[in-house]
C-alpha cells in the first residue's frame, strides 16, 4: 500500500537512534509504524559511537543502516524525505514531505534532533567531529594525553577544561575575550595545572590532515591537537509549529529543545518527542533508551482509545 493511502498507528520524524529504536518498539508492538528520515544526523562524521553498549566504536552509518535493516524485518516502514509541515485532521496528524506526498498516522513522535551552530572560527567546521570537539564522553578515550585547548565561550568553559583534565595532563583554556575568571576559578584551574591563554583566537591551525593549533589575533600560535568547542543547538522540529509546537528554551545551557513529560509527551496531544530534540546533551545510547521508552507510552495511549472505542462500538451493537 503507498504510504499516502495509509492510516499508520504512528508516524516517527527522524530515523536516528531515537526514531529507529522507538519505530522498532512499536513495530514489535503490532503497530503500523513509519519512520522518515532527512538524514544528516549529527554524529556522522564522527569516526565511531561511543558509550553503546556491544556497539563500542561502531561507525554512525552501520549503526543506522542496521536500526533500519531491523525495523523492515518487524514490518516497519523506512523513508528518506523530509517533513516540511505537520498540521491535524480530525483525530489524526498529517505530514506533508519535500517531495509532494503525504503521511497520515494516528500519534506522531518527534526524534528529529538538534543542529550544531558552531563558533564563527575558520577552520571549526571542518574540523568537527575530528579533532574539534565537544563531548568528553565520546571522544574523551580517543583524545587522552593529547594538547586539548577548550575554547571559551561563556563560563561553562572552565568547567569543560576542568572535565576535559581528567583524559589529559596538558589542558589550554582559551579565554577568546570571552570569559574573565573568578579568583576561584583561576584557583581550581592553577590547581589542576589547566593553563590559560588570554586573547581573541583567530582561526584554527591545520598541518597537513592534522590540527596543529590555533592562531590568536596578536599573531601569537598557541600548539593543540584537540579544540574543544561549545556548540549552540537549535531544534530541528520547525515543521511543528502548526501544532503549537515552539521550541521552549533550554535553560541549562544554549540552545532550544521541545519540552515534554517524563513520558516525552509534548503540550500537543497526541504528539510525543525524545532524543536530542528533547535534550540536547543526550548520547546515542541515551537517545536510544528515550525513543524507546517514548514507544511504550505512545502504545499505552493507543491501547486506551482502542478500548475506548471497542466499548463504544459494543455499546452501539447492543443497542440495536
Not at 8 to 37: E, H, K, M, N, Y
Not at 95 to 103: E, F, I, P, R
Not at 183 to 188: K, T
Not at 237 to 245: D, E, F, H, P, V
Request: overall charge negative.
Amino acid at each position: 500500500m503507498n504510504h499516502q493511502e495509509q492510516l499508520f498507528d504512528v508516524a516517527v520524524i527522524g530515523g536516528g537512534p531515537a526514531g529507529l529504536s522507538a519505530g522498532i518498539a512499536l513495530a514489535r508492538a503490532l503497530r503500523s509504524v513509519v519512520v522518515i528520515d532527512a538524514g544528516g544526523q549529527r554524529n556522522l562524521r564522527a569516526e565511531g559511537v561511543h558509550g553503546f553498549l556491544t556497539r563500542e566504536g561502531m561507525n554512525p552509518n552501520e549503526l543506522l543502516a542496521a536500526g533500519r535493516g531491523e525495523l523492515a524485518d518487524y514490518g516497519g516502514e523506512n523513508i528518506t524525505g523530509f517533513v516540511k509541515s505537520a498540521r491535524r485532521d480530525g483525530d489524526n496528524f498529517v505530514l506533508s514531505l519535500d517531495d509532494g506526498t503525504t503521511c497520515t498516522a494516528r500519534r506522531l513522535l518527534i526524534t528529529s534532533g538538534i543542529e550544531d551552530e558552531l563558533p564563527d572560527l575558520p577552520g571549526v567546521a571542518e574540523r568537527w567531529g575530528r579533532d574539534v570537539l565537544y563531548c568528553p564522553y565520546c571522544h574523551g578515550w580517543e583524545i587522552r594525553n593529547q594538547q586539548v585547548g577548550v575554547l571559551a565561550s561563556d563560563a561553562h568553559a572552565v568547567s569543560q577544561a576542568l572535565t576535559f583534565r581528567q583524559w589529559s595532563p596538558d589542558v589550554t583554556l582559551l579565554l577568546n575575550d570571552e570569559l574573565a575568571l573568578s579568583a576561584g576559578q583561576a584557583e581550581q584551574l592553577r590547581a589542576r595545572s589547566v593553563k590559560v591563554v588570554d586573547g581573541r583566537v583567530r582561526n584554527v591551525v591545520v598541518q597537513g590532515d592534522k590540527l596543529t593549533g590555533v592562531t590568536l589575533a596578536d599573531g601569537s600560535a598557541v600548539p593543540l591537537e584537540v579544540l574543544v568547542v561549545s556548540p549552540r543547538t537549535v531544534s530541528k522540529a520547525n515543521m511543528l509549529q502548526a501544532l503549537g509546537l515552539e521550541p521552549d528554551g533550554l535553560e541549562e545551557g544554549p540552545g532550544t529543545r521541545l519540552a515534554t513529560d517524563e513520558s516525552g509527551l509534548t503540550s500537543c496531544p497526541g504528539v510525543w518527542a525524545a532524543g536530542n530534540a528533547t535534550d540536547v546533551s543526550a548520547q546515542v545510547m541515551t537517545a536510544a533508551a528515550a525513543g524507546l521508552k517514548a514507544a511504550a507510552a505512545i502504545n499505552a495511549d493507543l491501547v486506551l482509545e482502542d478500548t475506548r472505542r471497542a466499548v463504544e462500538a459494543a455499546r452501539t451493537a447492543a443497542v440495536h
